[in-house]
């Protein structure tokens, strides 16, 4: 069994920041964590920040400059440091995990982020 719990969210001011954390948790020996997602209403998900394994990084056009993903592999966590949050940038976000061995995707519950203007 694999959980994903992300925590972090909440409401803030335009320009302000958040640091969202992502812990991995259960069997995680096969576990990655590949990136955070958004979602806002009436929208599709969408990657916000990626990680591979090797920790290079990736980034949404949108966010590039402002946003910062980064793991702690010691506590199983993946963190995404956001900061200059935009109104645009409210959404529930997810974080994402692939099994390399079965190719299962996983994910969070999400943690929701509001930017107030």
């Known amino acids: 069994q694999v959980q994903l719990v992300e925590s972090g969210g909440g409401l803030v001011q335009a320009g302000g920041s958040l640091r969202l954390s992502c812990v991995v948790s259960?069997?995680?020996?096969?576990?990655?964590?590949v990136g955070w997602y958004r979602q806002a209403p009436g929208k599709q998900r969408e990657l916000v920040a990626g990680i591979s394994s090797g920790r290079s990084t990736n980034y949404a056009d949108s966010v590039k400059g402002r946003f910062a993903i980064s793991r702690d592999n010691a506590k199983n966590t993946v963190y995404l440091q956001m900061n200059s949050l935009k109104p645009e940038d409210t959404a529930v976000y997810y974080c994402?995990?692939?099994?390399?061995?079965?190719?299962?995707?996983?994910w969070g519950q999400g943690t929701q982020v509001t930017v107030s203007s």
């Open positions: 259960g069997s995680t020996r096969s576990i990655n964590v």
């Open positions: 994402k995990a692939v099994s390399y061995v079965s190719n299962i995707i996983y």
